[in-house]
């Protein structure tokens, strides 16, 4: 079962938990099986029974990912945008400026863009960018159809 630890007395070494099921169960600090002093509020899981809880633990939580990476003197690595990516961006951009060479320049954006996805997928915690490419992908075929 589940719960919630709704009292602990540390004098008097027991506890009131209080189950998902709505029932109230009480336990002795000899049925503790969780990390350090049970603290109220905290979630449970134990065995019940006519009021008694027996083996109680702390309620398993899921991992949490990581959201930045260290290096070896602990500095944070941020992930870069992929240089490739942001290029292949920018041409597609001003390739309609460029409208007497608007399909060497599209054709040019690609092959950019497609070094994008090669250099994020090599090596996917240093760089970032892949949708960027995509985009810029798009873009660019998008604008080569409506030219011819």
Do not use: N
């Amino acid at each position: 079962m589940h719960g919630k630890l709704e009292t602990f007395d540390d004098a008097a070494q027991r506890g009131v938990i209080v189950g998902d099921d709505g029932h109230r169960y009480t336990f002795t600090l000899t049925e503790w099986r969780g990390r350090g002093l049970p603290r109220e509020g905290t979630r449970l899981r134990f065995d019940g029974d006519a009021g008694r809880a027996e083996q109680v633990f702390d309620a398993p939580v899921p991992q949490r990912t990581a959201r930045q990476t260290r290096d070896d003197q602990g500095q944070v690595k941020s992930s870069l945008l992929s240089p490739w990516a942001v290029l292949a961006l920018v041409l597609v951009a001003v390739a309609p400026l460029l409208a007497p060479y608007m399909l060497l320049v599209d054709a040019l954006a690609m092959l950019l863009a497609v070094l994008g996805i090669r250099q994020v997928r090599r090596s996917p915690s240093r760089y970032r960018g892949q949708a960027l490419c995509g985009a810029a992908i798009a873009i660019a075929v998008l604008s080569l159809f409506i030219w011819m």
